[in-house]
């Protein structure tokens, strides 16, 4: 595709549910980078994948949160046990140098 | 603190200046970004200086940088409804890649 696509567009998951968001990077873009933003609130780093490097787990808020990306390709980031304070909109994000394109994001809602 | 902050809100008039200003902590960063979220929308890159620069001018928008202070701002001309949304600075660490760090966001709201 063109841009940045995210799957699903929103999600309404029970409490202690896990969830599984997935990232289709533009192609060609060799970093991918996964955000949260909580209502009203501005973007908050998560995670980062480089290529084949070690991706920077830094943001990630516990251990329930991971992320996975195989190459170049598709990224998923997983909540496991989700709480309620997991309720956000999840950014994903893709580049090749300096400008980083957004894809519209998946709406999270735990009730 | 934030390694990036803005003020969270600012009003103008349709057809005035809009002066939006974000500091940043980092002198070491590469890249400093301004984005805008219209509502319900993705991030939308508006432009970019690199920290070598002092200004930059795109049609409408100018972007000041003073390295000294750590002061970003962003200048829209002319502001129309159409800009009322939130404006996001951002800042690229360095060490090999851009790893960017968000502001809090400020919301523009243009008013007749």
């Known amino acids: 595709g063109a841009g940045v696509s995210q799957s699903p567009s929103n999600k309404v998951t029970e409490k202690g549910k896990d969830v599984e968001l997935r990232c289709d990077p533009i192609?060609?873009?060799?970093?991918l980078y996964w955000y949260r933003q909580r209502l009203g609130q501005g973007l908050e780093f998560l995670i980062y994948?480089?290529?084949?490097?070690?991706?920077?787990k830094s943001g990630l808020p516990s251990d329930r949160f991971s992320a996975e990306r195989t190459g170049e390709s598709v990224s998923t980031l997983t909540i496991q046990r989700t709480q309620q304070e997991d309720s956000a909109v999840y950014l994903c994000?893709?580049?090749?140098?300096?400008?980083?394109?957004f894809g519209q994001g998946t709406r999270l809602t735990v009730v | 603190g934030e390694d990036v902050e803005q003020s969270l809100f600012l009003s103008v008039r349709e057809g005035d200046s809009s002066v939006i200003n974000c500091t940043y902590t980092?002198?070491?960063?590469?890249?400093l970004y301004w984005y805008k979220q219209e509502p319900g929308a993705g991030l939308q890159l508006l432009t970019y200086?690199?920290?070598?620069?002092d200004m930059k001018q795109d049609q409408r928008l100018t972007v000041l940088l003073n390295k000294k202070d750590k002061h970003l701002s962003l200048r829209i001309a002319d502001t129309q409804t159409g800009d009322s949304a939130i404006y996001f600075c951002?800042?690229?660490?360095?060490?090999?890649?851009?790893?960017?760090?968000f502001g809090a966001g400020t919301r523009l709201a243009v008013h007749p």
């Open positions: 994000a893709s580049s090749r140098g300096t400008e980083a394109f």
């Open positions: 192609s060609g873009h060799t970093a």
């Open positions: 994948f480089q290529g084949n490097s070690a991706p920077d």
């Open positions: 980092d002198s070491s960063s590469t890249y």
């Open positions: 200086i690199f920290s070598n620069m």
């Open positions: 951002a800042e690229s660490k360095p060490g090999g890649y851009n790893k960017l760090i």
